[in-house]
């Protein structure tokens, strides 16, 4: 048995089988496993999303083990943005570089404990039988912090360098991937994952 997780995301990837890894399963991208689909998520939450995306491409697969997540900064003083549109905000193509510095821009004046924020990520497991039959499971995990005051950073990607940890003192994407595996909202969803495929799939 392997791993089809459905992301193209290289620094995503790398994270998934850092935490995933002592399964001892292959874990292969969509790309490699030869899977092309155009899916659309249009779901409510995280969690509706990332069902969309391993349930779509488990059919695709069938008799395999697919997994997707779905995850994003929700950030408390602008409403819940970016939210669910993450990835998307401010356009598909938008470099993060850009997406980070308007942020701040969009933050500016918003002092302390208002700078609150939590990267939230939802993981889904679906296998899809022969019979057309698709078991699905679900965790989430969440990652509270700070939006900072400024851009820091080069580890990480995505939003990592305008969040904050109080408890490491430096944004995200300043810490070891190893400590932000052991806090991250991605990693405590895998984590939950894993504990749920142990019981239930492998």
Do not use: W
């Amino acid at each position: 048995m392997r791993i089809i997780f459905a992301t193209g995301n290289e620094g995503k990837l790398r994270e998934i089988r850092e935490i995933m890894g002592d399964l001892g399963l292959e874990i292969v991208s969509m790309k490699q496993a030869g899977i092309k689909a155009d899916i659309v998520e249009d779901g409510k939450s995280f969690k509706e999303n990332a069902l969309i995306k391993a349930t779509t491409i488990s059919k695709l697969a069938v008799g395999e083990l697919v997994m997707a997540d779905d995850s994003g900064l929700v950030i408390d003083a602008l409403g819940g943005e970016p939210g669910i549109y993450s990835a998307r905000y401010m356009g598909e193509d938008t470099s993060y570089d850009i997406k980070n510095k308007a942020i701040l821009e969009r933050m500016n004046g918003v002092e302390g404990a208002k700078r609150s924020a939590r990267f939230v990520c939802a993981v889904a497991a679906a296998v899809t039988d022969v019979s057309g039959n698709t078991k699905e499971y679900t965790t989430e995990g969440t990652f509270e912090g700070l939006i900072s005051e400024r851009i820091a950073g080069e580890n990480g990607f995505g939003y990592d360098p305008i969040f904050y940890v109080p408890e490491a003192g430096k944004t995200s994407a300043e810490i070891t991937p190893e400590e932000k595996n052991s806090m991250s909202h991605r990693g405590k969803a895998l984590r939950a994952m894993k504990d749920v495929l142990v019981k239930e799939v492998i």
